[in-house]
């Protein structure tokens, strides 16, 4: 688990760092068409995607300790079935499980928002380069 997590925050910080774009006015632009150019196709990117990088993301839906709702009431119900078969202590089980379920849910939440995030300003980014290369600039 530890290496998908780390594999997912790798892959988030790669598409960040790519949607660092330059923009070069391959047709003899003024800057101040530039300006205009990439302020007009930064809206249409966000209309075509959903996506605005100024803003952030909306939060998954989770309780205040990031956990996924029930999660900790799942973990505590498989723990006791768990525990009362291996070692006859279900109360112990129960409280182990709700732990180790409610960890998973935070690590899985934060995982899928991280993967949400980079995909998301990845779309933005390539919609972004699309409308520009339209306008005559050279994206990279």
Known sequence: MTHKLL????????????????????????????KSDEAACHTWAVQQTGVDPAKPPPAPATTAAGTTPGAGARGAAKGAVIAGV?????????????????????????????????????AYANARAACLQGRGYTVK
Request: glycine share 10%; no cysteine.
């Open 86 to 122: 291996a070692d006859g202590d279900a109360a112990k089980g129960a409280a182990v499980g709700a732990v180790a379920e409610r960890s998973r849910s935070r690590r899985a939440n934060a995982a899928a928002g991280q993967q949400a995030a980079a995909s998301g300003q990845g």
């Open 7 to 34: 594999a997912l925050a790798l892959a988030a910080t790669l598409a960040s760092s790519a949607s660092a774009q330059y923009v070069y006015p391959a047709k003899g632009q003024s800057p101040q068409q530039q």
